[in-house]
């Protein structure tokens, strides 16, 4: 049996030894002692052939892998866990330094591909600005009139934020401010155009149709708006595109059939685990839990 990695050091160098640690010690002691009785006083004992044919009892101290040794190992082992992070015997081990070290790592990871892609989304809409403005600069093109309809007003806002500010809380309110505006002005609009909207190159139009879809929630557009969220290219918009349809589907889960499940769940699986996105999928699917021989309503 090893240990390794003592837990509680002291910042003078000495190590600190609590109640529990002292009553951990006490039943090591008692563990231990209980090995060493079983060993003398138990025997094990089997029927064995001989040479000459005829079958006689054996009888033999403990071994180590028998079962009431092993589990006075075991007790010992979890006993010793309070003064070490790290024990081994019997051919199991304990590593709690281990495990906390990989856990770490794999936040560090999570935390980095977020910071990368939020980078990487930050550059790519600087590259649609700047793009933007250089089609507009172009000798001879036709002036771009600023939309008149208060819908394309905001998308135009939307796409102006995404293209001149940098990615941060400060964004992403100016965008929810946008998103707010839009809900409050589609609530109950009559001849608002969803198809349209919703597949349109511009990405501030198609917020506009998940705006209007969790204002106006119609479990009818279920399947285009699941569809048309997984397809989307910006965190942003996947993510209301994604709560609206937690909208459109409350109280209608019959509506959710099992391929648009299934689809939700892929999309789920290739996002990071704790990303917001990977929530609102997560949240619809337990709303709507999956139904064994049911049919969707069509």
């Not at 003078?12 to 090591?28: E, F, I, N, Y």
């Not at 009139?145 to 990615?167: F, H």
């Amino acid at each position: 049996m090893a240990a390794t990695g003592a837990d509680r050091t002291s910042t003078t160098g000495r190590r600190g030894v609590g109640p529990l640690q002292w009553a951990a010690a006490s039943l090591v002691t008692l563990a231990a002692c209980a090995a060493v009785v079983v060993f003398f006083t138990t025997e094990v004992c089997d029927q064995q052939m001989a040479s000459n044919g005829n079958v006689v009892r054996v009888c033999r101290h403990p071994q180590m892998t028998d079962p009431p040794m092993v589990v006075l190992g075991l007790v010992i082992l979890v006993l010793l866990g309070v003064f070490f992070s790290e024990i081994s015997g019997f051919g199991i081990t304990l590593k709690r330094q281990v495990e906390e070290a990989r856990s770490a790592a794999q936040e560090a990871i999570r935390e980095t591909r977020e910071v990368e892609a939020r980078h990487q989304e930050t550059t790519d809409d600087l590259a649609d600005g700047v793009r933007e403005a250089l089609s507009r600069a172009q000798p001879g093109q036709a002036a771009v009139s600023a939309p008149t309809d208060p819908v394309g007003r905001l998308a135009a806002r939307y796409n102006e934020i995404r293209w001149t500010m940098s990615s941060g809380r400060a964004r992403t309110q100016a965008m929810s401010d946008v998103v707010d505006e839009m809900i409050g002005l589609l609530r109950g609009a009559r001849d608002f155009d969803v198809e349209s909207h919703l597949h349109s190159d511009d990405r501030g139009l198609r917020l506009a149709a998940a705006a209007y879809l969790y204002a106006n929630p119609d479990p009818a557009w279920g399947r285009a708006l699941a569809e048309a969220a997984v397809a989307e290219d910006k965190p942003f918009n996947e993510y209301w595109a994604l709560k609206a349809l937690r909208e459109v589907f409350r109280g209608h889960c019959e509506y959710l059939d099992e391929e648009t499940r299934a689809l939700l769940q892929r999309r789920m699986n290739q996002m990071l685990p704790g990303t917001d996105r990977a929530g609102q999928i997560r949240k619809l699917l337990h709303d709507c839990p999956a139904r064994s021989g049911g049919q969707a309503a069509v």
